[in-house]
Structure formats: C-alpha cells, structure tokens
C-alpha cells in the first residue's frame, strides 16, 4: 500500500497556448490536489511556458517545468516526463483537455483500494467545450463486452484488436515505471503504455467521464467519429505491405518486452497468436484474385475478429496491393 495523495501529474506541452490555460485551471479546481505538476516542453515557439510559469506562480502544489531545446516528439517527450514524476502514482496529462474537479479523487479513492492502473472515459468535446453526442469508449468502440472483459483482466485481448484506453485517461502506480520504458520507436507513447500494463496487471476501470476530450482540428490523436464506410476507405489509402511490415515489428517489440518483465503465459499466447496473424497476411500472394480465398479463410478462422481492428483490414487485404 502507498500513500494516496502522492499523484504526480505529467503534462507534454507543445505551442500549447490555445486550450492550455483551460487544463490548468482545471487541474487547480481538483477536490483532490495533485502533489506536483510535471510539465516537459517540447521547444514551444508561442507562450506556452509563459502560461505555465504564471500558473507556477499561483498552483497550490509545485509546477516543475522543463523546457527542450530541441523537439524530441510526443513519445520521448512523455517518456522523459513520467521518468521526472517523483509521486507514487503517475496520472498522465494533455495540454488540451479539462479534467472535472473530481477525477483525482476518484483515481486517488480507487488506488487507495490497492489498484495497480486505472483508466476512466471522457466526453468528447469540441474546440468550446460543446459535447459531440458520444464518449471516448463510445468513438472507439470499447462496447459492453469489451468492458467486461476488461474487468476480469483480459484487456489485453481486447487490445490485440484494437486501441480502447487513450493515455490521458490513465494514471499508474510509479513503480511500474521500469517496465513501461524506454518507448520504443513505431509505437504511440499510450499505445505502448497501456499495452505493458494490461500485459502485466489487472486494470481497474472506472467507467465514468471523468474529463472532456477536446477536439479542435489539430490533435496529435485525434477522437472524431468514423463510420464503417470511413474506415475502409480510410485502409484503401494505406501501402498494405507497409502497413504489415510495420505491425509486424511494433508488436515484436512488444512480445520482447512482455517477455523480459515475466508476463503471464496466456498474453504471451495470445501475442503469439496475433504475431501468427500478421505473418499469414503479410504472405498472400500479389495477385488479388489468388489472394481473395485466403482472406476469406482467415476470417473463418477468427484471425481477423480477434487479432484486427475491423473490417477495414479485410479492405485493406483485399483490395490494397
């Protein structure tokens, strides 16, 4: 057990100035305060550190900013900020968001209960704070069952399908620090994250909106809504050779490391599973017609309802080159 109120907070900047205020203000209105603030700036040209500097000056808890002199990019910028994080739990932060006064204290009532990682749901808004009509879970279809599953500690098999847990949502214990990092290229700091972490130890969701997800155009990872048609057309724009070589890889590194922090054996099946996927695909043949009966197999077989994101990638196999 761990001492609650010992959240860090840990923020990446970048020519933040439009929306960062708003988060800042947010984070000073928390029932439940954090112990530090955390802030990497990634070379920001605008007044973003201006921002954070006058907040500093006001916060009822350090702000500890750092500034790069030269862009590292949001994965190694993330990285270098949970490592600087010296509270026992790490929540992570974007500069865009606004998070509702009471989510620490539901994160910190939640780890107080002996919980490893935890992750909560966000409204989706737009650039003036307007919901858009759906939920974070809701954009990428993190249904019912998924949840469930979740629950029960497979996560990680929902995540062999697709990305659910966006990393502005999650907070975890610092000791898990060592094993998150470092973040390997090709791979999304959260992506990689929550992939480790639902590896490892049992998420404990809290299925509320604890924050607005804030939408304005010029997201880093976005959470507009797409429909099924936008997303095949969305893989018809996509190298499939690429794409697999490149899937392929990000999850070899993540079988490496899963396997170097003594995950258990089920994940590593499964992982094993969806490398074996991966492989079939990257092997059909040029011609699409001779590649038509094999898709068609590995969707009998399940390979593309557990291990793919959707029909997009029975697109992407049967019509990209």
Not at 104 to 119: H, K, P, S
Request: charged share 25%; with cysteine.
């Amino acid at each position: 057990m761990f001492e609650p109120t010992n959240i860090s907070v840990a923020m990446c900047t970048c020519n933040g100035e439009r929306f960062l205020a708003e988060q800042l203000s947010s984070l000073a209105k928390q029932s439940y305060l954090p112990a530090e603030l955390v802030v990497c700036d990634d070379a920001s040209e605008d007044s973003t550190c201006r921002i954070l500097e006058v907040f500093s000056n006001t916060a009822q808890f350090p702000v500890r900013l750092y500034r790069n002199q030269r862009r590292l990019g949001i994965r190694q910028n993330f990285e270098q900020a949970i490592r600087l994080c010296k509270g026992s739990v790490i929540a992570l932060c974007d500069q865009d968001d606004v998070w509702l006064p009471e989510k620490l204290a539901r994160f910190a009532q939640v780890f107080a209960n002996g919980a490893d990682w935890i992750c909560c749901d966000a409204e989706v808004v737009d650039a003036t704070l307007s919901p858009l009509g759906y939920t974070l879970w809701e954009r990428v279809g993190f249904n019912r069952n998924q949840r469930i599953r979740a629950t029960d500690g497979r996560l990680f098999q929902v995540l062999l399908k697709h990305y659910v847990v966006a990393g502005a949502t999650v907070a975890f214990r610092a000791e898990l620090r060592e094993q998150l990092l470092p973040i390997p290229t090709h791979w999304l700091y959260d992506a990689w994250v929550v992939a480790i972490l639902a590896g490892t130890k049992k998420l404990t969701m809290i299925d509320e909106c604890l924050q607005f997800y804030r939408q304005h155009g010029h997201n880093a990872i976005g959470g507009e809504r797409r429909s099924f048609l936008g997303d095949v057309l969305s893989a018809r724009k996509v190298s499939r050779r690429d794409y697999l070589e490149l899937e392929f890889a990000r999850w070899q590194q993540l079988a490496e490391r899963l396997e170097s922090v003594n995950a258990p054996e089920w994940v590593m099946l499964r992982l094993a599973g969806k490398l074996g996927h991966l492989v079939r695909r990257a092997e059909y043949p040029g011609s699409r017609l001779l590649r038509s009966p094999l898709v068609f197999s590995e969707i009998t077989r399940g390979g593309y309802s557990r291990f793919s994101r959707n029909w997009g990638s029975v697109a992407l196999d049967l019509f990209n080159k």
